[in-house]
């Protein structure tokens, strides 16, 4: 896996607020206070008592979990994922030591990232396996990547001149017990999202300019009656891009529901990534572990704010987003390439149909890539399995239903750079569009995909369509 990340640096603003948990979390221990993970056995095991040594019983915390499977998830995925459980650990309800809020900003100032297995989590008790990888690593055990290779732990810290983390007291488990990898997993999954929803608007604006449709269905009354404000401020972004626009005399009185519901399409897909990105904030502000310490209290709380269920229901809302937009795009693109719709252009954008194949290859990747994700879309936030001796009776599966929308997430983007593939196409075979609002994407997409006059991959091609549409969303 080739791979480099830009080092990050992060300053935390109230170290005090640390060290105070964590003294109040070493007193507990003195006064013989029973604390979950310190003094005791992990998840069923509660009801024994832990490993007398407080060093030998935070590699106890890491070697029982170093058991995932699966290929490495991707470097900056775990990145994230640090940065995540540094703010939850900074909040000081953790008991946490500075020595690992050290660590963690250390490591992110560099390019170092943790080689951590796919498969593992629940998100039910945090994160635990793949965070078990990500503490190794940063212990100098196991694995991690350094400007793009993979490596021994040990050796990557040392290249990228950092310390070995030594834990002690209950800086292991803190590690682990959260949902930070679920959380940055479903973070990444929304800003794709959110980027994915503004390409479909400026896609649908140059598809019906390049097809010369008829503005009507944009028409804001017709828009506001329906209730949904998403829906009115798609439509009124829509009619923006489309302004000065030429419709033309030919097209049908009402255009397929591809282009004539797409206001209500994206509107709603807007209005579920609220939703979404209510719980990625509160999640993201939020204190994520068990138990948790109120020095000004005197009071060692234990409960279940390790339980990514906020976010497995968000990141399935998200999936479905996704697959929906995929599935716009995909019949959009078809809508593209039909000759009895596309307002006379060729078969497949064909320059000359039958000697040059142009589109084809693209639309059959493209129906692939959403059978894919429609049959993948099946919601993980109800796949409750019990285990870990029925102490973890009911599982949220956050961390499956996060991977699953980030993957949906990058699919989309593809679909649409497909679309812009095929949009950049018909320009070519055809007329400019006439909407000033459309003619900057279109530019910007003939500036990276040369025209198809005889046919030649175009894998790499809607990959850098995909780019131009994730910048023009952006801008």
């Not at 850098?464 to 994730?470: C, E, I, N, W, Y």
Request: with cysteine.
């Amino acid at each position: 896996m080739e791979w480099a990340a830009s080092p990050l640096r992060v300053e935390v603003a109230d170290e005090e607020r640390i060290r105070r948990g964590h003294r109040f979390f070493e007193e507990c221990l003195l006064d013989g206070r029973p604390v979950y993970g310190a003094t005791t056995g992990f998840g069923p095991l509660v009801v024994y008592s832990g490993r007398s040594d407080a060093a030998d019983q935070c590699r106890n915390v890491l070697d029982h979990l170093i058991a995932g499977q699966g290929p490495d998830l991707e470097p900056d995925l775990v990145r994230a994922a640090m940065l995540v459980r540094l703010w939850s650990l900074a909040a000081g309800r953790s008991g946490a030591s500075m020595r690992v809020i050290e660590a963690l900003t250390a490591a992110l100032a560099t390019d170092l990232a943790p080689a951590v297995p796919r498969l593992g989590s629940l998100g039910a008790s945090g994160d635990l396996v793949p965070l078990a990888y990500l503490a190794r690593a940063l212990e100098g055990q196991g694995h991690a990547y350094l400007a793009g290779q993979r490596m021994p732990a040990g050796r990557a810290l040392e290249r990228a001149g950092l310390r070995p983390l030594v834990f002690q007291g209950r800086d292991a488990l803190a590690m682990v017990n959260g949902t930070s990898l679920t959380t940055a997993a479903a973070g990444l999954a929304l800003l794709s999202l959110h980027r994915s929803a503004k390409a479909a608007v400026l896609l649908t604006a140059a598809l019906a300019d390049v097809l010369g449709c008829t503005p009507a269905f944009l028409d804001p009354e017709l828009l506001t009656a329906f209730g949904h404000g998403t829906t009115a401020d798609v439509g009124r972004d829509l009619r923006g891009l489309l302004a000065g626009s030429d419709p033309r005399p030919d097209r049908p009185l009402q255009e397929p529901y591809s282009i004539r519901c797409t206001p209500q399409l994206i509107g709603a897909a807007v209005s579920a990534m609220g939703y979404a990105d209510e719980v990625v904030r509160a999640d993201l502000g939020g204190v994520s572990d068990n138990p948790l310490v109120f020095p000004e209290q005197e009071a060692v709380a234990h409960g279940g704010n390790f339980f990514g269920q906020p976010a497995a229901f968000a990141a399935d809302l998200m999936t479905m987003v996704g697959t929906q937009l995929g599935n716009l795009a995909e019949r959009q693109l078809d809508l593209l390439i039909d000759p009895r719709r596309n307002g006379g252009l060729p078969p497949m954008l064909s320059p000359d149909p039958g000697r040059q194949h142009a589109l084809q290859g693209v639309q059959v990747v493209a129906t692939a890539m959403v059978a894919d994700m429609r049959r993948t879309a099946h919601p993980a936030s109800v796949q409750s399995l019990p285990t870990n001796w029925h102490n973890q009776d009911v599982i949220p599966f956050g961390t499956q239903a996060a991977f699953n929308a980030l993957d949906h997430a990058r699919s989309l983007r593809l679909l649409h750079g497909a679309l812009g593939v095929a949009l950049r196409q018909a320009v070519h075979l055809g007329e400019r569009p006439t909407g000033p609002g459309v003619t900057d994407l279109v530019d910007r997409l003939c500036a990276v995909v040369d025209p198809v006059d005889v046919d030649r991959p175009l894998d790499a091609d809607v990959r850098a369509a995909a780019d131009v549409l994730d910048a023009a969303a952006g801008s």
